[in-house]
């Protein structure tokens, strides 16, 4: 009779870490890719109140709506069929864009903004994995010895 972990329970351990650490880098990219849509937009708000004090973010959120609509290449399709309430009214999506994008407001597509400022803050989480990768040569990671087999004529507790 042998002694030991068969090497069906060794491969079903492989793919249960693999799955488990697959999963797990999943979540972390989720994370930094959401942190970084957050950190972008938030940046992107806070330069449209530093370059245009009047509007006091009064059409920020319906101006992000309609440029990732009137942007995006499949959502465009459906652009010329939807209206944005503003002021008491209705306005089609396209026209009310173009007034959001135009002079008298932010004078660039939301989408301009995001890129133009997406590229700098994405510095900041290319900047910790540098660091997170830094560290980890810096600190390489124990070995642990497997545990021994327990001695031919010793009593199992």
């Known amino acids: 009779m042998a002694l030991g972990v068969s090497e069906a329970a060794r491969w079903q351990a492989y793919q249960t870490r693999a799955r488990m650490g697959a999963h797990l880098w999943f979540q972390i990219i989720t994370i930094v890719v959401l942190?970084?849509?957050a950190l972008t937009m938030y940046v992107v708000?806070?330069?449209t109140g530093v370059f245009y004090p009047t509007l006091?973010?009064?059409?920020?959120?319906?101006?992000v709506f309609c440029g990732i609509i009137t942007e995006t290449p499949v959502l465009n399709l459906c652009a010329a069929n939807l209206k944005v309430p503003a002021?008491?009214?209705?306005?089609?999506?396209?026209?009310?864009?173009?007034?959001l994008n135009g002079p008298q407001l932010y004078h660039l597509p939301f989408?301009?903004?995001?890129?133009?400022?997406?590229?700098?803050?994405?510095?900041?989480?290319?900047?910790?994995?540098?660091?997170?990768?830094?560290?980890?040569a810096r600190h390489p990671p124990r070995r642990r010895t497997p545990p021994r087999p327990p001695a031919a004529g010793a009593a199992r507790p």
């Open 45 to 47: 708000w806070r330069q």
């Open 35 to 37: 942190g970084w849509v």
């Open 56 to 63: 006091g973010h009064q059409y920020f959120w319906r101006w």
């Open 111 to 136: 989408t301009t903004w995001f890129a133009h400022y997406g590229v700098r803050t994405a510095l900041v989480p290319l900047g910790l994995a540098a660091l997170a990768i830094a560290w980890r």
């Open 87 to 99: 002021a008491g009214g209705w306005y089609a999506l396209p026209e009310f864009t173009d007034w």
